[in-house]
Nanobody, 115 residues
């Protein structure tokens, strides 16, 4: 069973930065897209950013200009650079890798931006 290994979460002051990383435990083939989602307490899981196999990116309006998604295709690894963090960015962040025949999710990493 392939597992997605997330790292980089933590506690920062508002205005600070964090970089999340996500890599699978074994290689995944036929990837359509990779992305990050987040879920705050009592709320639904929402899209943060995605990057397609062709390199196209999509961001939630709330993070545009502050967050940047990137990938290393050779390593099947996806990154999320988060700058100018705000208290409302506080959530559990989940990595997602969508392949042709399966949708993979990480276990989540906590990001907390204190005011």
């Amino acid at each position: 069973q392939v597992q997605l290994m997330e790292s980089g979460g933590g506690l920062v002051h508002a205005g600070g930065s964090l970089r999340l990383s996500c890599a699978p435990s074994e290689r995944i083939f036929s990837i359509d897209a990779m992305g990050w989602y987040r879920q705050a307490p009592g709320k639904q899981r929402d899209l943060v950013a995605t990057i397609t196999a062709g390199g196209g990116t999509n961001y939630a309006d709330s993070v545009k200009g502050r967050f940047a998604i990137s990938r290393d295709s050779a390593k099947n690894t996806v990154y999320l650079q988060m700058n100018s963090l705000k208290p409302e960015d506080t959530a559990v962040y989940y990595c997602n890798i969508h392949a042709v025949n399966y949708n993979y999710w990480g276990q989540g990493t906590q990001v907390t931006a204190s005011s």
